[in-house]
Nanobody
């Protein structure tokens, strides 16, 4: 069994910063790509950023220059540093791993965390 557990959400004022963490647990052999998505009330879930095990990153246009994704492969953990937060960043943020290879060879596809709420408001 593989799980993703997010932490670090909360309430922050516009212009403030938050750092989200997502740790993958279980008998994990490798995770190539990990990413963050978000879903605001009444809207579809959207991509925020992704990162490969080699460090290649991709960002959605609304967060470029403000958010930074990083990961610690040894800890199977991905981070999202969010700066200059805006009210429109308010959403539930979800961690995602499209494919996780477990020790023993099992593959788990489209693994999602439970989500963490980020609220940007004065």
């Amino acid at each position: 069994q593989v799980q993703l557990v997010e932490s670090g959400g909360g309430l922050v004022q516009p212009g403030g910063s938050l750092r989200l963490s997502c740790e993958a647990s279980g008998s994990i052999f490798s995770i190539y790509r990990m990413g963050w998505y978000r879903q605001a009330p009444g809207k579809q879930r959207e991509l925020v950023a992704t990162i490969t095990s080699g460090g290649s990153t991709k960002y959605a246009d609304p967060v470029k220059g403000r958010f930074t994704i990083s990961r610690d492969n040894a800890k199977n953990t991905v981070y999202l540093q969010m700066n200059s937060l805006k009210p429109e960043d308010t959403a539930v943020y979800y961690c995602n791993a499209p494919a996780v290879v477990a020790i023993g060879g099992n593959r788990y596809l489209e693994v999602w965390g439970q989500g963490t709420q980020v609220t940007v408001s004065s």
